[in-house]
């Protein structure tokens, strides 16, 4: 709140307030979802007593950590996966948080708001934003800010959304400032769980600083159509199905990407459950305070 205070360009300002007040609006709807991150409330008063306002916003505490560093307790990089280092995630598990992540999604695609509009875009999809309850095993995605319905997106098209989320993840439709729906956060979460079972984001550029907004998007959508290694192939043992369904998510024109979060559910649990039992929260729990007590 005291940053936002601080700043003396007013249209940042408005800009800042207005996601603040988009984010609580859409968290009190979507709230009580076991997949999402709790909204507890949010309130814009004066505390200080000169007059300017303090921006409250409480959410569920998740007591735990986020994908990034479920990367670094298995030692997941680049380099450790070359070297055979890295601690595998086993492929029941991995699925497991797979098949939470669409489990939101298709919560928050598919949802009636008050004001009509049917169901939310995230466009934030990253390590960071999955965030994972390791006492209880209770897998979240967080961080709506910068949300919006399809209609949103093609009204505010080329409004710098790129900048808004982490550029490496965001879609290729996304950077070119085109027709956007509810397929760019499966793309989003695609090169987020490449991430997580090869330690390699196929989007990243290295010892690159761009000058301008559009030679970021160039260089970014010159990786995007690279093509990209299939997780099997990259780290041994890696389950075939749940690397075509990743890669299935990735594809660079939309209408190739699985259709909807419910497709991606169905996919996924019939690789983790097709034996009629699997991964609960339960058994992820256990086993996260293994690998934690395995880092002391």
Avoid: W
């Avoid at 007059?51 to 990089?77: A, C, T, W």
């Avoid at 989003?188 to 390699?200: D, E, H, N, P, V």
């Avoid at 989007?203 to 998007?217: D, G, P």
């Amino acid at each position: 709140s005291d940053f936002v205070n601080k700043i003396k360009d007013d249209a940042v300002k408005d800009y800042l307030l207005d996601n603040f007040k988009r984010e609580t609006s859409i968290l009190s709807e979507l709230n009580g979802h076991p997949n999402i991150v709790g909204f507890r409330g949010a309130d814009c008063s004066s505390l200080s007593g000169d007059g300017s306002k303090e921006l409250i916003f409480v959410m569920e505490y998740v007591d735990g950590f986020d994908l990034n560093r479920l990367m670094r307790l298995h030692n997941i990089s680049t380099p450790n996966i070359i070297k055979g280092n890295a601690l595998k995630l086993p492929d029941n598990l991995f699925g497991f948080i797979l098949f939470k992540i669409a489990n939101a999604l298709d919560y928050a695609h598919t949802f009636d708001f008050s004001d009509g509009q049917q169901g939310i875009i995230h466009l934030d999809i990253s390590p960071g934003n999955i965030l994972i309850n390791s006492s209880l095993g209770l897998i979240k995605l967080s961080d709506f800010g910068i949300s919006s319905s399809v209609d949103e997106f093609s009204q505010n098209r080329g409004n710098n959304q790129i900048l808004s989320g982490k550029p490496y993840y965001v879609s290729p439709e996304v950077i070119d400032n085109q027709k956007v729906d509810f397929s760019t956060d499966f793309y989003s979460l695609g090169i987020t769980m490449y991430q997580l079972a090869t330690g390699i984001c196929p989007n990243m550029i290295f010892n690159f600083k761009a000058s301008s907004q559009q030679e970021l998007r160039d260089q970014i959508r010159a990786h995007q159509q690279q093509e990209i290694i299939p997780p099997h192939k990259i780290v041994r043992g890696f389950s075939e199905e749940l690397s075509e369904i990743i890669l299935s998510l990735i594809q660079d024109n939309p209408e190739n990407r699985i259709s909807s979060a419910n497709q991606l559910r169905d996919l996924v649990g019939h690789c983790i459950y097709d034996t009629g039992y699997g991964p609960t929260d339960s058994s992820f729990a256990k086993y996260l305070s293994k690998i934690q007590l395995l880092k002391i």
